[in-house]
């Protein structure tokens, strides 16, 4: 699997749909800020 720039597409995704963040909970997924 390759790693795609993460950060850099959240951080990107969270500016434009803050509610993402909730959706990532669900995941696991931690993001800064």
């Given at each position: 699997?390759?790693?795609?720039?993460?950060?850099?597409?959240i951080?990107?995704?969270?500016?434009?749909?803050?509610?993402?963040?909730?959706?990532f909970?669900?995941?696991g997924?931690?993001?800064?800020?």
């Amino acid at each position: 699997m390759d790693h795609i720039d993460l950060n850099t597409n959240i951080a990107d995704i969270l500016c434009k749909y803050p509610q993402t963040a909730k959706a990532f909970r669900k995941f696991g997924i931690l993001t800064s800020g």
